[in-house]
C-alpha cells in the first residue's frame, strides 16, 4: 500500500508536523531536565572567595574540613540500616500472610497493607502521636519503666523505627506477586523427597524471590538515601533535610548556602545512578527458574513444629499491632475534643465532630485575671482556611500533573512502538526516564535555582516568583512522575493487538483516528490506574513542597507540618492536633478510595464484572421477593 503524503499549500504537512513535535520536545527535555541539573552541577565551581575572585575549589575545600561530610554519613548509614530492618520486617509479613498458614492472614495482611493509604509526613506525624515525649505509648511505657528516656523518639533510632514500617508497602505489592507466581510442583516435589517447610523455604523458595528482592533492596536503599520528611519532623541530619536548610539560607548567614547544596544534591544523584546501574546491569543478566510447563498454585504450608507455629503467630500479631496501633488511635483522637488530644487521654464523653467540621471560640484568663475570648480559635479541617487551601491547592497541582504526566507518555510511548527498531524512538524513551537517574531533592533543587531569575528559556519569567511558583510545583511533580508512568503504560501497549491496527489502516483510518479510536481505549484503564497512583502519591507529597516552600505554594503537606508548631500560640489553633489527627483521617479515605478503586474494581476483567453484576441482581430479586416487590 502506497503512503500517500498531505501537502497544502506546496507546503509538506506532515514533515512540519514533525519538526514541531522534534523541537518541541527537544525544548521540554532541555529547558526542563537537563540545562538545571546542568546549571547546579556548575554552582558548585563558579564561587568567588572574599576578594571576588574565582576559587572553583572552595566548596570542595569546605566540604572536606567541616560537618558535611557528617550529613553523608548519616544518610548512608540509614540507607544501610533500612535495608536489613525493612527487608527482615518486609519478607516476613510476605511469608506470615501469602506462604504459611497463619490464622487471620486476611486480617493481618490488611494491616500490614495500611502504609498503603498513608505516608510521609501524615504517617511520621501518626508515629509521634504515639511515641514522642507526650505520646501515649511512650506516656505507658514510662509507667511500667520508670528510668526510660521520654525523649527516646528523636534522631537515629526514631527514623529507624518508623521508616522501617513505612517502606514494607513495596514488599507487600512486589514480593507477594513474586511469591504467588511460584510453581508449586517444585515446593510439592522438594517436600516429596523429604525437606523439612523452612528447607524448602531457604533452598526452592528464596532462590526465585531474589530478582525481586535485589531490587527492593535497590529501592530501600536509595528511600533511605534521599528520605526527608522522617528527619526533618524527627531531628536527624541527613543530606535532604540538610539541602532544604541550605537552599533557604542566604550569603549573609553563611559561606555559599546554595553552592553546598548543590554538592550535596550531586552527592546524592552520583549514588542513585551507581545503585539504578547496578540494578539495570543485574536485571540484564537474568534469573529465571526452572518450573513445569503447568504451573500449580501455591498452597499454604503449615509449620508443624508447635513451639515455632506458636512463635510465628505470636511475631504476626505483634507485628499487626505495630502497624495498627497508629492508625487506631489516629481515628480515634480526631473524634475526640480538643484538651483530650493535646493531653492525649481518651474521653469517652467528649466525641465531637469539631476536628472536621465548625468553628469554636476559645474563652481563657489572661495574667491580669479578665477572660478573652479567642473567636473560630477551634476549627476543624473543612472550616479552616488554611486547611482547605492546602488542600484545594494540592489537589489541582496534583490531579493536573498526574493528568499532563499521563497525556506526554502516552503520546511517546504511542511514538516508540510505532517506531520501535529506530534510534529516536530509543532516544525518547530515555530522555523520559532521566529523572530516575537523580533524587527528586535535586530535581526540584535545580528547578528553584534556575528558574528564580527572569530566565530566557521561559520568555523572560520567573518562575519561582509569587504565584508562578504553582506552575513551578506542577513542572517538578510531572518531570518527576515521567519514569513511572512510562514503565506501567508502556506495559500497557504491550496488551495491544498488532491486526487490530493493521485492519483500521487498511480501512482507510488515518493514524490519529486509529490511535484515538483503537488503542486508546484498550490501554485507557491502564492510563487511569497511573493517574490515580501518581494523583495519590503526589497529593501528600512533602519532599517536594519542602523544597518550593512559599506561602504562595504552601501545599496540603506543609500544612500539616506546620500544625502542631503554631498550636495555641496567642491562644490560637487550640485544636492543631486534632485537626492534624481529622487531617490524616482524611487522606487515609482518599488513598483508600484510589487504591480500591484501581486494585479492586479497576483490576477486574470482564467476566468477573458480569459474574458481579449477575450476583447482585440475584440478590436485589432475592430481597425484593422477601419484601414482597414485583
Known amino acids: 500500500m502506497q503512503k500517500t503524503t498531505v501537502r497544502g499549500g506546496g507546503v509538506n504537512l506532515s514533515l512540519l508536523w514533525k519538526v514541531f513535535g522534534a523541537a518541541l520536545f527537544l525544548y521540554l527535555f532541555l529547558g526542563f531536565m537537563l540545562i538545571p541539573c546542568i546549571n547546579t552541577l556548575t554552582s558548585i565551581f563558579s564561587v568567588t572567595d572574599a576578594s571576588g575572585k574565582l576559587d572553583p575549589l572552595a566548596v570542595i575545600r569546605f566540604f572536606l574540613a567541616g560537618k558535611m561530610p557528617s550529613f553523608v554519613w548519616n544518610s548512608l548509614k540509614l540507607a544501610v540500616c533500612l535495608v536489613v530492618t525493612v527487608n527482615v520486617v518486609g519478607v516476613s509479613i510476605v511469608l506470615l500472610t501469602e506462604y504459611f498458614d497463619i490464622r487471620g492472614a486476611k486480617i493481618l495482611r490488611l494491616g500490614y497493607m495500611t502504609t498503603m493509604i498513608y505516608s510521609g509526613v501524615a504517617l511520621v506525624t501518626g508515629y509521634q502521636f504515639l511515641y514522642d515525649q507526650n505520646g501515649m505509648m511512650t506516656q505507658w511505657l514510662a509507667g511500667i519503666f520508670p528510668g526510660m528516656d521520654k525523649q527516646w523518639f528523636t534522631g537515629f533510632s526514631a527514623v529507624l523505627f518508623t521508616m522501617t514500617f513505612a517502606c514494607t508497602s513495596n514488599h507487600a505489592l512486589f514480593l507477594r506477586n513474586a511469591i504467588r507466581g511460584i510453581d508449586y510442583n517444585t515446593v510439592e516435589a522438594a517436600r516429596n523427597l523429604g525437606a523439612s517447610p523452612f528447607r524448602v523455604l531457604f533452598r526452592v523458595v528464596m532462590p526465585t524471590l531474589l530478582p525481586t528482592l535485589f531490587s527492593l533492596t535497590v529501592m530501600t536503599f536509595i528511600t533511605g538515601l534521599c528520605a526527608m520528611s522522617a528527619p526533618t519532623l524527627l531531628g536527624y541530619n541527613s543530606i535532604n533535610p540538610e539541602i532544604v536548610r541550605l537552599a533557604g539560607s542566604t550569603v549573609a548567614d553563611e559561606a555559599f548556602p546554595q553552592a553546598r547544596a548543590a554538592l550535596l544534591s550531586v552527592i546524592l544523584a552520583m549514588f542513585t545512578i551507581i545503585l539504578l546501574t547496578v540494578l539495570n546491569h543485574y536485571e540484564r543478566k537474568g534469573h529465571y527458574l526452572s518450573v513445569s510447563k503447568t504451573k500449580a498454585k501455591l498452597v499454604k504450608q503449615k509449620i508443624q513444629n508447635p513451639v515455632a507455629n506458636v512463635l510465628a503467630h505470636i511475631y504476626a500479631y505483634v507485628l499487626f499491632v505495630i502497624y495498627m496501633t497508629p492508625v487506631v488511635m489516629i481515628i480515634v483522637f480526631s473524634f475526640q475534643n480538643w484538651s483530650a488530644v493535646r493531653t492525649k487521654t481518651l474521653d469517652f464523653s467528649g466525641w465531637t465532630l469539631s476536628n472536621y467540621f465548625g468553628t469554636e471560640n476559645y474563652a481563657y484568663t489572661r495574667s491580669n485575671g479578665k477572660i478573652s475570648t479567642r473567636y473560630n480559635a477551634i476549627s476543624g479541617v473543612f472550616a ?179 500544625m502542631c508548631n503554631e498550636e495555641g500560640r496567642d491562644g490560637m489553633n487550640m485544636n492543631a492536633s486534632g485537626r492534624r489527627c481529622a487531617s490524616t483521617v482524611f487522606i487515609m479515605v482518599v488513598s483508600g478510595l484510589i487504591l480500591y478503586l484501581v486494585y479492586g474494581v479497576g483490576a477486574r476483567d470482564l467476566g468477573e464484572r458480569l459474574a458481579l453484576r449477575e450476583k447482585r441482581k440475584k440478590r436485589l430479586k432475592k430481597i425484593a421477593g422477601r419484601l414482597g416487590i414485583r
Open 384 to 562: 479552616n482556611e488554611k486547611t482547605v487551601g492546602g488542600i484545594r491547592l494540592s489537589f489541582i497541582l496534583s490531579a493536573l500533573a498526574a493528568a499532563l504526566a499521563c497525556v506526554i507518555v502516552v503520546v511517546a510511548v504511542n511514538y516508540i512502538f510505532k517506531h520501535r527498531n529506530k534510534k529516536r524512538a530509543a532516544i525518547i524513551e530515555g530522555c523520559l526516564l532521566f529523572p530516575w537517574l537523580l533524587p527528586t531533592i535535586l530535581i526540584c533543587y535545580s528547578f528553584r535555582i534556575f528558574f528564580n531569575d527572569d530566565v530566557w528559556y521561559v520568555f523572560g519569567q520567573n518562575l519561582y516568583f509569587k504565584e508562578n511558583v504553582r506552575v513551578l510545583i506542577i513542572i517538578a511533580y510531572t518531570v518527576v512522575k515521567l519514569p513511572f508512568a512510562l514503565r506501567m503504560i508502556k506495559a500497557a501497549f504491550y496488551a495491544i493487538d498488532e491486526e487490530l491496527e493493521d485492519a483500521a489502516r487498511n480501512l482507510g483510518a488515518s493514524p490519529l483516528v486509529t490511535f484515538l479510536r483503537i488503542k486508546l481505549p484498550i490501554v485507557l484503564p491502564s492510563v487511569l490506574a497511573v493517574f490515580a497512583l501518581n494523583f495519590n502519591s503526589l497529593f501528600t507529597e512533602y519532599d517536594m513542597g519542602a523544597t518550593f516552600q512559599k506561602s504562595e505554594g504552601t501545599t496540603y503537606a506543609m500544612v500539616i507540618q506546620s
